[in-house]
């Protein structure tokens, strides 16, 4: 079996979506071989990616929907499928920074989308919120209680690709901490980040460009 | 009333509808073509949040960042690209994160982030060029969820041309009444 993994975070290998294309990677098979390419900036997409039986989309949620390097990318792959059309399936894995995984909906149905006009067959993604903590819990064991709900989304998506079924529908999940947790503990990330950089707290509220 | 226009001048229907726009507005309009002057893609770094709070690291972006919190009312013409913005507009729509505050807030029960500004523009946002029924069910929620992110109470005004640009100008002319 063959993976062709798309990162489509413009940050590249690391970030959350490369971590989660690791995590799926300690999930399946060693015998199975891994193609990884960068979906961003000026990256453009080979016809090497319609070798393989699956394609893996993973990504940030930017402004509710796909970053706009990933559209441009899946475009253009769209049209190397329409010159070869290629019998693969299409898993994807969408992040966003808000409490809940389900803000991913509109842009896991764009994914669906794509993968309907390339001529692919849509099979299921998973879409996790507090999706910052994927990496910055990354020394934290799999198994421990506030990771439990993201990796066993994450197992049963590599299930599916294992057997090249289809998902029954898209899972959304999240890191295991209260809503108001995660805002004050964001919140409190921010102002720790801007001290770092010489930035007070009251400087995060700055207006540039007027009232 | 103060009106930002975003279209997309290499895309020659939204060429077409933009002069149908144009007619029909008799107001004050600033336009930005992201064919004549593409925007590069937000990388992610925040720096707009941690080190230099309400501006963009990258360049290219004041003007169009300035123009945006002076607008009444923000139009949106765009080819429907699985669902979503084309990839020119869209990369304007990413670049927006400066006027975002990085705190947290509760709306329409969903976590979203706090407005930097006090004003925003109402958002009208025009789709054009579905490939399918489900690209333009997926638009229409997709906008919804974007309308929410910058907390804009417009529900209604999401509209997708199918037949003329020429029903643009009669459509906004509806909106506004």
Not at chain 1, 30 to 43: F, H, I, N, P, Y
Not at chain 1, 174 to 201: C, D, F, Q
Not at chain 2, 132 to 161: C, G, P, W
């Amino acid at each position: 079996m063959k993976i062709t993994a798309v990162n489509g975070s413009p940050r590249g290998a690391d970030s959350n979506s490369g971590e989660v294309i690791r995590l799926l990677r300690d999930a399946l098979p060693q015998d199975v071989a891994w193609q990884e390419v960068q979906a961003r900036g000026k990256e453009r997409p080979t016809p090497e990616g319609l070798t393989s039986g699956i394609l893996l989309i993973t990504f940030p949620l930017y402004v509710d929907g796909l970053p706009s390097g990933l559209i441009r990318w899946l475009q253009e792959y769209r049209d190397l499928c329409h010159a070869s059309p290629v019998d693969q399936k299409v898993y994807a894995v969408a992040n966003c920074g808000f409490h809940e995984g389900e803000q991913n909906r509109s842009a896991l149905a764009m994914v669906e989308a794509f993968a309907v006009s390339a001529g692919l067959s849509w099979c299921g993604g998973v879409g996790i919120g507090t999706g910052e903590m994927i990496r910055g819990l990354k020394s934290v064991p799999p198994e421990a209680g506030i990771r439990r709900p993201v990796i066993t989304a994450l197992k049963t998506l590599g299930e599916a690709m294992t057997g090249q079924t289809a998902l029954k529908e898209n899972l959304y999940t999240r890191h295991n901490l209260p809503w108001m947790v995660y805002k004050i503990a964001g919140e409190a990330g921010w102002r720790s980040r801007g001290r770092k950089n010489g930035v007070r707290t009251k400087d995060l509220s700055a207006r540039p460009f007027g009232a | 009333m103060k009106t930002l226009l975003i279209y997309d001048s290499a895309d020659p229907e939204a060429r077409l509808a933009r002069g149908e726009i144009k007619k029909s507005l008799n107001e004050d309009l600033v336009e930005i073509d992201t064919g004549a002057r593409p925007l590069g893609e937000c990388i992610g770094c925040f720096g707009c949040w941690i080190k230099t709070p309400g501006r963009c690291l990258l360049s290219g972006s004041e003007e169009y960042l300035s123009s945006f919190l002076a607008a009444d009312r923000l139009i949106l013409l765009t080819r429907i690209v699985f669902g979503g913005y084309s990839p020119a507009v869209k990369a304007y729509m990413d670049r927006c994160l400066p006027l975002l505050h990085p705190y947290f807030v509760k709306y329409e029960g969903e976590m979203h982030h706090r407005l930097r500004y006090r004003h925003f523009p109402a958002l009208t946002i025009i789709g054009f060029g579905a490939g399918s029924d489900r690209e333009e069910v997926i638009f229409q929620e997709y906008t919804q969820a974007h309308r929410d992110n910058l907390h804009d109470k417009n529900h209604r005004h999401t509209h997708i041309l199918r037949d003329s640009p020429g029903d643009v100008a009669s459509w906004l002319e509806g909106a506004e009444q």
